[in-house]
T-cell receptor
Framework: DAGVIQSPRHEVTEMGQEVTLRCKPI?????LFWYRQTMMRGLELLIY????????DSGMPEDRFSAKMPNASFSTLKIQPSEPRDSAVYFC??????????????FGEGSWLTVV | SQKIEQNSEALNIQEGKTATLTCNYT??????LQWYRQDPGRGPVFLLL?????KEKRKERLKVTFDTTLKQSLFHITASQPADSATYLC????????????FGTGTRLLVSP
């Protein structure tokens, strides 16, 4: 079975440019999560969707960040304009979204973003 | 303020010994706690889940304890192997918003042959 698929795996971009990260969740999973990982702050939840609807975006750092999930098999995280402090590893994750079940979260391999 | 604390210093142990990692939290009321393993350059991988009404959970060489009074979870790897070397993350899910997992910063484990 294919896991969570993210692209690109690595991206180096100049400050001010738009960055789009893409994610394909595991088929049949109803919930999708975007996390950001840095050495200083660890793994932070940015936003999560349930049945393609954003449920909690309180972790999105600022208006430069936006996320969409147009259908059950695709999501994007966009940063516009990008800044050097956005450099981090961005993980997409998914699960079945069964409330109260303590469902495991399955992570992708991450998108390593460097903004210079 | 709310905090999840894991030892930021790497834990170095000899092969065959038991590794014990600690996760302490403050100002959270988790419904359950999960442990993940993360290898360099990879995403975290789920290992074990323990609920608030459970004291202990085991899976092969892994054991997790959960003390809601002390607000602490211990993660044990018995008969450790060099292949167990990785960063281990604990994560809490609350009684409200089950989907919102909050992660600790992780502890790096190094098992020497």
């Amino acid at each position: 079975d294919a896991g969570v698929i993210q692209s690109p795996r690595h991206e180096v971009t100049e400050m001010g440019q738009e960055v789009t990260l893409r994610c394909k969740p595991i088929s049949g999973h109803n919930s999708l999560f975007w996390y950001r990982q840095t050495m200083m702050r660890g793994l932070e939840l940015l936003i999560y969707f349930n049945n393609n609807v954003p449920i909690d975006d309180s972790g999105m750092p600022e208006d430069r960040f936006s996320a969409k999930m147009p259908n059950a098999s695709f999501s994007t995280l966009k940063i516009q304009p990008s800044e050097p402090r956005d450099s981090a590893v961005y993980f997409c994750a998914s699960n079945r979204g069964a409330r109260g079940s303590g469902n495991t979260i399955y992570f992708g391999e991450g998108s390593w973003l460097t903004v210079v | 303020s709310q905090k999840i604390e894991q030892n930021s210093e790497a834990l170095n142990i000899q092969e065959g010994k038991t590794a014990t990692l600690t996760c302490n939290y403050t100002n959270y009321s988790p419904a359950y706690l999960q442990w993940y393993r993360q290898d360099p350059g990879r995403g975290p991988v789920f290992l074990l889940l323990i609920r608030e009404n459970e004291k202990e959970k085991r899976k092969e060489r892994l054991k997790v304890t959960f003390d809601t009074t002390l607000k602490q979870s211990l993660f044990h790897i018995t008969a450790s192997q060099p292949a167990d070397s990785a960063t281990y993350l604990c994560a809490l899910a609350m009684n409200t918003g089950f989907q919102k997992l909050v992660f600790g910063t992780g502890t790096r484990l190094l098992v020497s042959p």
